[in-house]
Every structure is written in structure tokens, then in C-alpha cells.
């Protein structure tokens, strides 16, 4: 059974940190690539970050480009979303996915979801 377990959500000032982590069970990480998508009330699902299986490419929305990262250590079949000076904006429930196809997790169509950890940013 293929289960992605997000952590590390809470609640934080504007211009803080937090580190989420999914955690990956059931597959091997290293032959799937793996995003992080938001969804904030009343707005659509919106990708936030992805990692590339082939070459540990990354992409991320122009809204967090340059305050977010993502990175994965296969060993631990984890991957990770560091975000640093959250804004008020950032506040969503944030899931990862993970797909074999790069395409398929890219147009919100992955295979495999968390549940999702809420973040929250205010003062």
C-alpha cells in the first residue's frame, strides 16, 4: 500500500519558517517524482514546488520562488518543502503527490497524495 504522510504544518508569524516532509511508504522514492501543491479556501489547487526523478530538477511557482525549496533524500524515502519568510499568502493546506510520469504530477494528476498539513501564517 503506497501512503504519503505530510508533517510539520503549524502556525507562524509572517516573515517565519517551517520545514514539511513527506514521507514516503510503499514505492521507492527514487524512481518518482514528487510535488508539493497548495490549496487555499475558496481557491484552487496550485502547485507549489515539484523534483524530478530522472536528475533531481526542480521548479517552483513564481509566488515562493527564491523563500521556498525542495529537496528529497532517497534513504529516508522523504521529501522535503523549506519555506522561509511565510507570508499571510502562504497560509493553505499543503499536499504532496508523487507520480512515475513527470507530466501526469506537473497537471495536478499524480497518482499518489498525502492527506495534507495546514499551514498557517499570521501574526
Known amino acids: 500500500q503506497v501512503r504519503l504522510v505530510e508533517s510539520g504544518g503549524g502556525l507562524v508569524q509572517p516573515g517565519g519558517s517551517l520545514r514539511l516532509s513527506c514521507a514516503v511508504s510503499?514505492?521507492?522514492?527514487?524512481?518518482?517524482?514528487i510535488a508539493w501543491f497548495r490549496e487555499a479556501p475558496g481557491k484552487e489547487r496550485e502547485g507549489v514546488s515539484c523534483?524530478?526523478?530522472?536528475?533531481?530538477?526542480?521548479l517552483y511557482a513564481d509566488s515562493v520562488k527564491g523563500r521556498f525549496t525542495i529537496s528529497r533524500d532517497n534513504a529516508k524515502n522523504t521529501v522535503y518543502l523549506q519555506m522561509n519568510s511565510l507570508k499571510p499568502e502562504d497560509t493553505a493546506v499543503y499536499y504532496c503527490?508523487?507520480?512515475?510520469?513527470?507530466?501526469?504530477?506537473?497537471?495536478?494528476?499524480?497518482?499518489?497524495w498525502g492527506q495534507g498539513t495546514q499551514v498557517t501564517v499570521s501574526s
Open positions: 503527490a508523487a507520480d512515475a510520469v513527470y507530466g501526469k504530477l506537473l497537471a495536478a494528476r499524480g497518482d499518489y
Open positions: 510503499g514505492i521507492t522514492l527514487v524512481h518518482y517524482s
Open positions: 523534483i524530478r526523478k530522472a536528475d533531481g530538477a526542480t
